[in-house]
């Protein structure tokens, strides 16, 4: 006698609804792959160019105002216990000389005020080069460390800086407030300090002074400097911003009569500039490197690229490979020894660039911030209107839209696959009813037989 086990209709239901849909399944699988390895690329070749602009940006941006040049200068001091140098691209090759006489320096006040003085109220008035300053009401106030923070957070503090210093002597602490101005400079000095109208009693133990620099070796007349016969220069910092085209000059320490002066020697720098140029090679290298990866077509030993096929992606390696190559007054990379490689990518020639910058240093900016009339490298590249910001801008370029458009495709896929397991729990179902029904008649047929068959004989010849 045949039996049916309780699960066989449960069992073939399965896997004929199974086979049903195991084709959609296969091809939604097929789709998902496909599509988040997309996007996974495509996260990949975003960071690629963020990282490319980054860098183009950081090269245009040499110097200051992002103007200058891309040839860098250095500075040789003759000593530089007496001033630090920055140099930008504009800087010119030169020697100069410098006699620091003053470095500049912050006014500082001592007051006699006292905690015990804080009993009552008043108003305490600042004012620095003879300006109206501002003013502290002192109600409620009862220490010197309150008082210092009540000006140093006045809304109209116009450059005045509160401090408490402490001293002990024989076992008597005694507190000072101390006033600072902000900045250095002649006219950062602190000349209005009243207290209830009546002026204060103080020590200046700092004089606000401006930093005086000669420029050469001064004429001295009976120990001081002859202004009438020397260069003398003036700044309230003892930062001389533009000294000299394209130098900052730093002063920490002053000369005595008979100091040689500071000699400071501009002249370009090679190994820096060439290091610049060499950061825009490898990053375009490193961008279609990436680029390569992920467009490989692929073969019986090499994995094809997600993006084999994608127009967008061949785009943007043209569009960048176009600007690159492009001719700029007649100049291009090739003109700074820059050539293309057999694998795709570039390679500077260090000893072609060195006879280009020996000779025309010029063609370095106009190949890469343009000659006025035509934008160089970089702008090109940056333009947000015809360079990678057609594809990069997180507004309308061209990869967001691409990215959005692969993001529906996976919702549509998840939508998709929720319907093949709608379809899938309905063939079920029908399956399980059918087989369910079908098992009943068999086991009723077989109910039926084993009556028949299992009679008596005498029964059976009836």
């Not at 106009?366 to 990069?392: E, H, R, W």
């Amino acid at each position: 006698m045949t039996t049916f086990d309780t699960n066989y209709a449960h069992n073939m239901a399965t896997q004929l609804a199974g086979y049903d849909v195991q084709g959609s399944y296969s091809r939604l699988d097929r789709n998902k792959k496909d599509f988040q390895a997309q996007q996974k690329a495509l996260t990949t070749l975003s960071s690629a160019l963020s990282t490319f602009q980054s860098k183009l940006s950081s090269l245009k941006g040499v110097g200051s105002g992002g103007t200058a040049s891309m040839v860098q200068n250095k500075a040789t001091l003759s000593s530089p216990d007496y001033a630090t140098a920055t140099v930008g691209g504009t800087a010119k090759a030169g020697s100069y000389q410098f006699h620091v006489a003053q470095l500049a320096s912050k006014d500082q006040l001592v007051l006699g005020l006292q905690a015990g003085d804080l009993t009552g109220s008043g108003t305490l008035e600042l004012g620095q080069n003879g300006a109206v300053g501002f003013a502290v009401d002192m109600a409620g106030i009862t220490t010197l460390e309150a008082l210092a923070a009540k000006i140093n957070d006045a809304a109209d503090n116009s450059g005045v800086q509160a401090s408490v210093v402490r001293s002990v002597s024989g076992g008597v602490t005694t507190d000072r407030l101390v006033l600072s101005s902000e900045n250095t400079g002649a006219d950062q000095a602190i000349t209005k300090v009243r207290i209830g109208g009546v002026d204060a009693a103080s020590t200046r133990v700092s004089t606000a002074k401006n930093a005086v620099v000669y420029l050469g070796s001064p004429v001295f007349n009976a120990g001081v400097i002859d202004d009438a016969q020397s260069i003398k220069l003036e700044n309230s910092s003892n930062t001389f911003a533009g000294i000299a085209d394209g130098l900052d000059l730093t002063f920490s320490k002053t000369h005595k009569e008979g100091d040689a002066p500071l000699s400071v020697d501009v002249a370009q720098d090679t190994s820096a500039t060439k290091a610049k140029v060499q950061e825009f090679v490898d990053a375009y290298n490193t961008l279609m490197s990436t680029i390569k990866t992920l467009t490989a077509a692929g073969g019986e030993d090499a994995e094809r690229g997600p993006l084999a096929a994608d127009g967008m992606t061949r785009g943007i390696k043209s569009l960048v490979d176009n600007l690159v190559r492009q001719n700029v007054g007649g100049e291009s990379l090739v003109s700074l020894g820059i050539t293309a490689k057999r694998d795709g990518g570039l390679e500077l020639n260090g000893e072609r660039f060195d006879k280009m910058l020996a000779s025309r240093p010029e063609v370095l900016d106009t190949v890469f911030k343009g000659n006025g009339s035509d934008k160089g490298l970089l702008d090109s590249l940056l333009d947000t209107q015809k360079g990678l910001a057609v594809y990069t801008s997180s507004v309308n370029g061209v990869l967001k839209s691409r990215k959005d458009s692969l993001a529906d495709s996976l919702k549509r896929v998840d939508q998709q696959y929720e319907r093949v397991d709608t379809q899938h729990q309905n063939l079920y179902q029908r399956y399980l009813k059918q087989y369910t029904a079908m098992v009943q008649i068999m086991s009723s047929l077989e109910y039926t037989s084993s009556m028949y068959f299992d009679l008596p004989s005498a029964e059976k010849k009836k």
